[in-house]
């Protein structure tokens, strides 16, 4: 199959582009490589899948739109797997137009360049919809109706417009509410990578709300598998209802965050010094999914443990972060 994968050079989009490859099939990536975070990073891992004859790779903005319908008219795809989009719940209270451009307008040119030519469009939605729901574990059917960041109100709204999508030209689209992603080749901006990296360089890690949080971290590998599972799997319409799904991609285990730091310690063999901060605002206090739906149609259950994935984070942390650190100071540093 020929697969396009939006943000491929994000932390989900590379893991996901690189096992569709090792897999066989034509992967198509795009990415506007923003700076949002290190741009580096992101092209690292845009390396790793150009080292594969069947990738191919063009960089521009999904809010471009005639760009992108250039590219559907010109290139035909039997799969979009949209994972692009201005992340972070942060973010979202200080450059909110980012999150207009890249995840409506960005969203709705993507929705307009599978009309009628694709068989499956799979997009990134996220456990933040589910805002101040107070109902645990949090199940696709609950309220979502009371987001506590604009991040989170842009990622609701993906889901209205793919359903009325669905539902006016029968485009058969899954939504996918990720739950706290983390592993080799992440984020910087996510807690965990900060965590690791204060503490390799001695500094203190800030702790919000005073520790007092749970989360559904969930390892990339797992929600790789579940992604290729569905992959295959288009939603059919049933009676009135276009065919059209969201199904909640967590571990289903939620862990308290201090659980959490605490393994992440036993890995690195040094305790973390902690700044005890008062929760910020766009934040929740857990995060718990619902999966039986997603068990019953594709068969996927996480398999990966905290301990087994924080592991494989600091160990690709220190065999690829610490080297490029030492040769970029070096490269800055004047010979004495």
Same mark, same amino acid.
């Given at each position: 199959?020929?697969?396009?994968?939006?943000?491929t050079a994000?932390?989900?989009g590379y893991h996901l582009a690189r096992r569709l490859l090792v897999d066989g099939h034509q992967v198509y990536g795009?990415?506007?490589?923003?700076?949002?975070?290190d741009v580096r990073l992101k092209r690292a891992r845009l390396g790793q899948l150009m080292t594969f004859a069947n990738f191919e790779f063009d960089q521009f903005d999904i809010s471009d739109g005639a760009r992108l319908h250039t590219l559907f008219q010109q290139q035909p795809f039997d799969r979009v797997v949209h994972l692009a989009a201005q992340a972070g719940v942060r973010y979202s209270l200080h450059n909110p137009q980012a999150y207009v451009a890249s995840n409506l307008v960005g969203f709705a040119n993507v929705l307009e360049g599978c009309r009628d030519r694709v068989s499956h469009l799979v997009y990134a939605s996220s456990s933040s919809v589910y805002g101040a729901n107070k109902k645990v574990p949090f199940a696709v059917g609950d309220s979502v109706d009371q987001?506590?960041?604009f991040y989170a109100a842009t990622k609701k709204s993906n889901e209205l417009m793919a359903y009325a999508y669905s539902h006016l030209y029968g485009l058969p689209v899954t939504g996918l509410r990720f739950f706290t992603v983390y592993g080799p080749w992440g984020r910087p901006d996510m807690a965990y990578f900060k965590f690791v990296q204060a503490i390799d360089q001695g500094q203190p890690i800030d702790v919000y709300n005073h520790g007092h949080m749970e989360r559904d971290f969930t390892y990339i590998d797992?929600?790789?598998? !579940?992604? %290729?599972?569905l992959l295959d799997r288009p939603p059919q319409r049933q009676a009135d209802l276009p065919p059209c799904k969201i199904y909640n991609l967590g571990n289903n285990q939620p862990l308290p965050l201090l659980k959490f730091i605490e393994i992440i310690e036993q890995e690195m063999g040094k305790i973390a010094q902690k700044n005890w901060l008062p929760m910020q605002p !766009?934040? %929740?206090p857990a995060t718990y999914a619902d999966i039986d739906d997603l068990t019953q149609a594709v068969g996927f259950r996480p398999t990966t443990s905290p301990e087994v994935g924080i592991r494989h984070f600091v160990q690709w942390y220190q065999h690829h972060y610490r080297p490029a650190t030492k040769s970029i100071r070096q490269a800055v540093t004047p010979a004495t």
């Open positions: 199959m020929t697969i396009l994968v939006t943000g994000g932390f989900i795009i990415d506007n490589l923003n700076d949002y975070y987001p506590v960041s797992d929600v790789v598998e !579940g992604l %290729v599972r !766009g934040d %929740v």
